[in-house]
């Protein structure tokens, strides 16, 4: 799979609100952030998979008033995004939706409601 051919199936994967993540067929590994060749092993055969979407706050900054950090999806990968919600911690679970900014749409992590 190309790179461009990745990307336009990313766009899709997010304008039908589902966070994409690539798993390669020869090692095995996931990863987030799309590359043509699997960075853990160099294989091209790769796959792309739909994630839950699920995960918890694995680090955060304050960024123009609001927060941007590192989350550490369920499914086993990591991804940089806006955090939405007050008081962000450390391992607070979160669950990733969906923006449309100007025409893009981009996923951010929702912090979970505690009930
Ligand atoms: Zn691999």
């Given at each position: ?53 699920k995960g918890e706050i694995y680090s955060f ?10 989350i550490s999806l369920n499914d086993g990968f ?38």
């Open positions: 799979m190309k790179l461009n051919e990745i990307y336009t199936a990313y766009n899709y994967s997010f304008s039908k609100d589902v966070l994409p993540y690539i798993k390669c067929q020869h090692c095995g590994n996931i990863y987030y952030y799309p590359r043509d060749n699997c960075p853990f092993c160099g294989g091209s055969a790769i796959e792309i998979m739909q994630s839950s979407g900054t304050e960024f123009n008033k609001g927060y941007y950090g590192i990591r991804a940089y995004m806006d955090i939405s919600g007050n008081n962000p911690e450390i391992g607070l679970e979160i669950h990733v939706k969906f923006k449309n900014i100007n025409g893009n749409v981009l996923p951010y992590a929702e912090i979970e409601n505690k009930s």
